[in-house]
């Protein structure tokens, strides 16, 4: 594993070799303005994160995990600060189609077949007929849901949806995956075996990946790196850097590492007095 940022002398940073940063937050700031008065979704957030990097959001409800990826994906628009996807605004990043969003709940149309569930961003971007063919048959095999194309959304346990979801927000082949709390319905077992493939889809694809959890286990197994939020106005309190190595069988979770970087975890949500909601 890379060292955190901060170890690193900048005397030994070659620029050529240095990772490419793909989100840059700067002071960003929202403000909603509500008939109750102006609610602060989030406050004077500062965050870098880089090409590859898987990136894990954890907080407590509300407080701001979801805004930031919606800030990212030019759904929200900060009223401070400054953020810049892959050197650009927001908005330009939306329009180069530089990321694919997974959202809570699967999403998926129910008359339309997995297959064509997966097609329609890339039938509205108007690619030819053969290579949506390619793209689907590509990424449904990422997914483990080769053989699944003719079935419907209804056909499908929930695990199997969602990962028609993903297979969707890949279909078209960006380097930013955003998904927020993808997994969060799901029973503990189903839960466990998708965050293995999403692993080894992180580990096949070389996405850069934005993860919204509540989850401190998952965080964990999951993560590079570890960003703790506090409660409204959302902030970043800690940011850890995972020691843990890449291969991660799941009873990882069981090894003095692995348990120590979740106290760290811990630790900072209680400073962040997230559990007094």
């Known amino acids: 594993m890379n060292a955190p940022a901060s170890h690193i002398e900048p005397a030994t940073t070659n620029p050529e070799t240095a990772p490419a940063t793909v989100i840059a937050a700067s002071k960003l700031g929202l403000t909603?303005?509500?008939?109750?008065?102006?609610?602060?979704?989030?406050?004077?957030?500062?965050?870098?994160?880089?090409?590859?990097e898987f990136v894990s959001f954890i907080g407590p409800s509300g407080c701001g995990k979801t805004t930031f990826l919606r800030v990212i994906?030019?759904?929200?628009?900060?009223?401070e600060g400054s953020i810049?996807?892959?050197?650009?605004?927001?908005?330009?990043a939306r329009e180069a189609r530089s990321y694919g969003y997974v959202f809570q709940a699967a999403g998926l149309f129910p008359w339309r077949t997995i297959e064509r569930n997966v097609a329609l961003p890339l039938e509205i971007m108007g690619y030819p007929r053969a290579e949506v063919r390619e793209r689907i048959a590509r990424t449904l095999s990422l997914v483990n849901l080769s053989g699944f194309e003719k079935k419907f959304p209804w056909q499908l346990s929930g695990g199997m949806q969602q990962r028609a979801s993903i297979a969707r927000a890949l279909a078209f082949d960006a380097d930013l995956l955003l998904m927020d709390e993808p997994f969060g319905a799901l029973d503990e077992i189903v839960?466990?075996?998708?965050?293995?493939?999403?692993?080894?889809?992180?580990?096949?694809?070389?996405?850069?990946?934005?993860?919204?959890?509540?989850?401190?286990?998952?965080?964990?197994?999951?993560?590079?790196?570890?960003v703790v939020m506090s409660p409204r106005p959302g902030r970043v309190t800690d940011v850890i850097h995972s020691t843990l190595p890449k291969e991660r069988p799941l009873d990882i979770?069981?090894?003095?590492?692995?348990?120590e970087i979740a106290a760290r975890v811990r630790e900072g949500l209680r400073a962040g007095h997230s559990y007094d909601e």
């Open 73 to 79: 994906a030019d759904l929200e628009q900060p009223t």
């Open 191 to 226: 839960r466990d075996h998708l965050n293995e493939q999403l692993l080894e889809l992180w580990a096949r694809t070389k996405k850069t990946i934005c993860f919204v959890t509540h989850s401190i286990p998952e965080a964990v197994y999951l993560s590079t790196k570890i």
């Open 253 to 259: 979770r069981e090894s003095p590492e692995f348990l």
């Open 32 to 52: 909603f303005e509500t008939n109750d008065g102006p609610v602060h979704a989030l406050s004077d957030v500062d965050l870098a994160i880089d090409k590859g």
């Open 84 to 92: 810049l996807v892959n050197g650009m605004t927001p908005r330009a």
